[in-house]
């Protein structure tokens, strides 16, 4: 069934290098996002596997199909890639009613004209749109033509399906009914999601697998949850998470394959992972997430420097040593501010980067030396 | 009580009156109505009424009565076919020309423009800079460049160009008459045709043809079912503007009405007939009847482009927000489409000036050893001009008077309507979808469908009536013409640029207390500079080039660049008017030129928006 495979995919526009060297596996009924800052590549990415662009270099292979291969001179035309995409700005046309975008697909398909009526109708009623069959584009809202651009990509029933930013045009509660109903419809309809989106959270919550890219390279391609907890850099570390990880300058010295001394925020700690480090560094930055940061009580001492309560929980600002450290706080409290505070650092989700090369090398516990 | 009403009145009043938007609406909803709704009537009373002694003679009926006489005998006499011969087939034939050239326009400018904004093809810089040419060159121009090229000794007419380069002689109905003016009209108008579906092409999202193919629908499937119905209200606009163009077009069917009469080549257009007939004293009414017939189709056309471009499938969406194209790619014929597509461009670009500097040159046309630079430097006195001109252009004081004339008049109106255009672009734009908006923009575009000769007919009409007789032949006459017929231009584009700025950049200087005046210019002027520039640079040059608006009106002491050019024509000196032509165009481009690198302005943002 429908794998998708890029191999060195590459994309430069004269000079400037767009997308460089892709590799990425895309399983069957995967749901993957392809996150990154504005400008990386994403919308490139996403367009040359659904063959809009075409490539510089590489292969991309959908199913057993090689549907690009530079070297062998092979560009298959969208319309043979068997896909659905979903556009950032819906393009819907504006000259065809609602009933006549969704049946335009399946009319090329040569559906006979009761099938279409059927699965237009199924259509709409699956995205309660029912009423506006007969109206254009214009004259509906923005929640609205994004349903009836999804009914669209949808009728002819793609095996993979691509979106690129579909939400991002809508208000921030309707961003959320959509989300869940794209999760629904992902389990509905048994095809291959590819999504493109700038925003974190709406990668995390709706992936099986999110792809991180920065300046057209691959960062990293995990699980939301693996991204988030084994970050496999400081971009990765700093992009996914909110409030983003606290990144502390530190000084490391190796004990041995699975423990070093470190020292940050004026103290020296003893770092404990429990597999071999994957290599060293003396100069370490060391990532903690606000979560694992637990204040009132411990072996560490700070001065409140702003607390930030959003009702569920709380971001406190802490200073040490010159340096701001945030922590998570469940349930609403408030601190003087100036006022000391005790605070420990929990669990063992520490992580150790390379501070040239900024890579993850560790990840593992700390406990107070001094 | 009611002196409360009244208060609340003057307290509305003044409410009303406190937002510039809507001073300018009033104050220009009634300067449009005096200048061109008021000399329509005026026009159309014309019409119906004996204007001067002359006509009384031929008419038998009192000078200023009141008389349907016009309208009966041009419409219907059957005196020596009369109505056949000066009305209906002269009308019957121009509309078959038009048709012809709207072809030839949207057939040629719209493949062009498909080739540069939707393909690979190569050297798009060279064909879409060069391809304009045609436009900015007055529109007689190409006229005179197809006589130049096809004439030939076989009809008397001197050797042309093709005729010298290959011996080939053509029939005389490809050289005079109803062919050349359909190409050529085609020709002069396939660039406005280019800028307009051009520019629905590039605003128009790929994404809407990209969803297309990604459902599967085949190349032909997209361009009928998809591009062609987007692109529609811009081609049925093109067909309509072109057509009312040509159909009130004077200067080409004049040039190109050389034929003798027995050849059968004899083609008369409407609006030759009508200068023809307004000219002579005794039918100066029959001419205001034609007048005002061309106005009746310009304005029949404007109802069927508001109405189709007016549905539902409203075309809002079509906004451009994606930054990739996907271009078609050409492939194997992409070089040999390049070339022929350049070699053509350059052909009616390029070639009709190598025409006129060779015409120029050669005291025989065609025979490349009789050249002379008699028509440009001789200070010998010209037999055939009772203003005293010299034989060559250059030495001439009245060319010379005539060229800076045009060259002031030009500026002025340029200045006028480019100003008035911004202005009413900000009242409307700033009152968007209300009735007087709606009215303002649709009162100061009649200007534009008002054929030119009609609209000089207007206020030749005016400045006949008693009250206005001291606007008889004056500069200031040529300047209200010129700056409310060019109009149009400035306030399309005007609307389009405010349109474009969101409220809240002129809001966020209201808050900080800064007046109107300096808000529009050094904030909104500043930002839409080159848009604003556009709308002060078309004016300029269809002024500069214009000669149907003005050859009614312009007198002996108001001559100006292109009536002169037209003298020496008439009376034959075919290297002068050669030569003098090539001057206007020469300087139409370098002026375009330099205003477009210094400013940003240029005549694709002017008429496409
Ligand atoms: N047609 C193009 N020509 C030149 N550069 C382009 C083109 N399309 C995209 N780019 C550049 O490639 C980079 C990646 O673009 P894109 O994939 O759209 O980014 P995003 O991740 O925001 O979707 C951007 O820096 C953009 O400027
Ligand atoms: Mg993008």
Redesign the interface.
Known sequence: MPKIILENVTKRFDKFVAVENLNMVIEDREFITLLGPSGCGK??TL?MI?G??TPTEGKITIGDEVVFDSERGINL???KRD???L??????????TVYQNIA??LE??KWPKDEIRKRVTEMLQMMKIEEFEKR????LSGGQQQRVAIA?TLA?KPKVLFMDEPLSNLDAKLRLEMRTELKRLHVDTDSTFVYVTHDQLEAMTLATRVCLIKNGLLQQYAPPLEVYNKPANLFVADFVGNPTMNMLQGKAKKIDDTHAEVEFLGHKVKFESEVPFASFNEKVVVGIRPEFIQVDEGPYEGEIYATLPAGMETTVKLEVNKEIVTSMKFGAVDYQYGAKVKFDITGSGVILFDADTTDRFAMGKVTLIK | MTEIKKQKFKNNLKAYFSKPANIITVLFLVLLIVAVVIPLFTLLIGSFKINGNQEALYTGIPDGSFTIAHWKELLTSKDFDYAQIKFWDPLFKSCLMSLLSCLVAVGFGGTVAWFITRSDLPFKKFISTVFVFPYIMPAWSMAMFWENFFKNTAINAGKGILQAVTGICVPESVVYGFFPCAMCLGLHYAPFAYILIGGILRNM?A??E?????????RL?ILT??TL??V?PALISTVLLVFSSSISAFTVPFFLNKSSINSGNNFISISVQMRSLINSGFTKGQGYVIAIVLMIFSLAIITLNNWFTGK????????G??G?V?LVKLGKARMVIAVILVVIVAFFAIMPMVSFAMESLLEVPGDLSTFTLKYWLSTEPFEGSNKGDTIGILRSGIMWAAMGRSLLLSLLVSLIAGTFGILIGYAVSHKRGSKAASLLSDIAFLPYLIPAMSFGAVYLALSYTKGFTWLDGSFFLLLLVGAFKFMPFASRTGTNAMLQLSGEIEEAAVITGTPWWKRMTRVLFPIQKSSFMSGYLLPFISCMREMSLFVLLAASYTTLVTTVLQEYSRTGLTQASNAINLLIIVFVLVIQYVVNKLTGASIDKGVGG
């Open positions: 919308t490139t367009r659904a809009l662009e035309s969208p319309a896909i659905g995409f556009f950032q700005n819906y393009a819907l046309w504006p000259h065809m335009f697909g090329n398909l254009y584009p214009s004259e669209r002819p | 999202d994404n809407l990209e969803a297309a193919t990604v459902l599967k629908a085949s499937k079912r998809v119905p987007i529609m539902r499938k409203s075309f809002t969406t079509v906004t927000k994606s990739q996907s």
